[in-house]
């Protein structure tokens, strides 16, 4: 079928992108759901720093691509043995695949999963298909098995969540990649018990919804950084306790006395090994530093080797929030339902299609949380 979808033809095209024009909005031919696969209509899409790093060229993926990781959409086709779904069925993805068979699937590790990676790094399907082709008939990547800039997308049956069909598709969004990450890095990946302290540097679409993770699990002192007034801003209406200008040259000193000598985990959300340094700085003897941010690879972070040992301090990588998606997914949509999670304070802007390269520069120049693409019905 036919499909208007963003495709990405070439990294690193300069900004602003509303003049460059890094995606373009194009009629592309979307093949129907093999064995184990899905149809979905999308009906939200949000715009998130990884979809950015890949346009910007520090996130190197196969081009051409259409893009797009964090969205929700109604099942309207299923393939031969894609056992557990019905027309119909509300669904948000999960940006790594899970296979259910490798080593770290098999050990309720599906975030590392190994034909996942694979197949992501390829920009193919878990079963090892493309589905996307542009009008010359040259065949598009899809990104992280989801491609979620475009009207309808085919994914393995293993990159889909149903999920409660009365959640608002621009709210169900943000459960696929921001508040997956975040509240998963903090409860997943730090594992934050009540009363201990928590710094956040970084309070975007993520950095945020670690934040509210972090809320919800009774951290004391919970600390936010940022450079941008208006995050820090609405970081205390959501609950931080100190908030602070990652500018202010005295700043890892002030986290540190907040907590009075430390903090226990420090979440680094931006994609700066600067910043990681100074979550790093920011820890206690013994805390652990959670690093979420993903920088270009050419990037590299060093620390004084003896204070991993004499002090006790972890450093610790988290991809996708450390999530089992099938167990967390559900669970924070029912925390967002109580009220305990009030991930709505993520979005902040709504858009079609046709303004995602407008929305882009948004996010690069920091004036944006989540903007969230909606397609009409
Ligand atoms: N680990 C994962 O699975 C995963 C998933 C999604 C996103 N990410 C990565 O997480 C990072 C954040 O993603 P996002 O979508 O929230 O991005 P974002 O652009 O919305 O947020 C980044 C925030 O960092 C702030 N910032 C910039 N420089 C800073 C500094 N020196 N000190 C403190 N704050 C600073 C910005 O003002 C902004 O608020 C990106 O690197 C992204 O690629 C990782
Ligand atoms: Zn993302
Ligand atoms: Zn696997």
Not at 261 to 285: C, D, F
Not at 334 to 342: E, F, K, N, Q
Request: net charge negative; aromatic share 4%; proline share 7%.
């Amino acid at each position: 079928m036919k499909v208007r979808a963003a495709v990405l033809r070439r990294m690193g095209m300069p900004a602003p992108y509303a003049d460059s024009q890094p995606l373009s909005i194009e009629s592309v031919e979307l093949s129907p759901p093999g064995p184990g696969e899905l149809c979905v209509r999308v009906l939200a899409a949000g715009l998130c720093h990884s979809d950015l790093s890949v346009i910007d060229g520090s996130r190197p993926r196969p081009m051409p691509m259409v893009l797009g990781h964090e969205a929700t959409g109604e099942v309207v086709e299923i393939g031969d043995d894609a056992v557990g779904f019905a027309v119909g069925d509300r669904v948000v993805f999960s940006f790594v695949p899970m296979c259910g068979r490798c080593e770290p699937c098999e050990c309720a590790r599906p975030v590392l999963c190994e034909a996942g990676a694979q197949a992501n790094a390829e920009g193919r399907l878990l079963g090892g298909g493309g589905h996307w082709r542009d009008a010359g008939g040259i065949d598009l990547a899809h990104h992280l098995g989801v491609s979620g800039f475009a009207e309808y997308t085919v994914v393995s049956a293993r990159s889909a969540i149903r999920i409660d069909p009365a959640l608002s598709p621009e709210i169900a969004a943000l459960f696929g990649c921001a508040v997956m990450t975040g509240v998963g890095a903090v409860v997943n990946t730090a594992r934050v018990m009540p009363g201990e302290s928590v710094a956040v540097f970084g309070l975007g679409g993520v950095g945020l919804a670690a934040l509210l993770g972090a809320r919800a699990c009774s951290a004391f002192p919970l600390i936010a950084v940022d450079v941008a007034t208006d995050k820090l801003r609405l970081a205390q209406e959501l609950g931080a306790t100190h908030c602070l200008d990652a500018r202010d040259p005295h700043m890892v000193a002030a986290v540190r006395e907040f907590s009075r000598g430390g903090v226990q985990h420090a979440i680094e959300s931006v994609g700066s090994e600067q910043v990681l340094a100074q979550a790093y700085a920011a820890t206690r003897r013994g805390g652990t530093t959670v690093t979420v941010g993903l920088p270009s690879p050419d990037r590299r972070f060093s620390v004084p080797a003896v204070s991993l040992v004499a002090e006790e301090r972890t450093v610790k990588g988290s991809y996708m929030g450390s999530a089992v998606p099938l167990r967390d997914i559900p669970r924070y949509v029912a925390l967002y339902r109580a009220g305990l999670l009030p991930v709505d304070r993520l979005l902040s802007h709504r858009l079609p299609l046709e303004q995602v390269n407008a929305g882009f520069d948004r996010l690069a120049r920091g004036e944006a949380l989540r903007q969230v693409i909606l397609f009409p019905d």
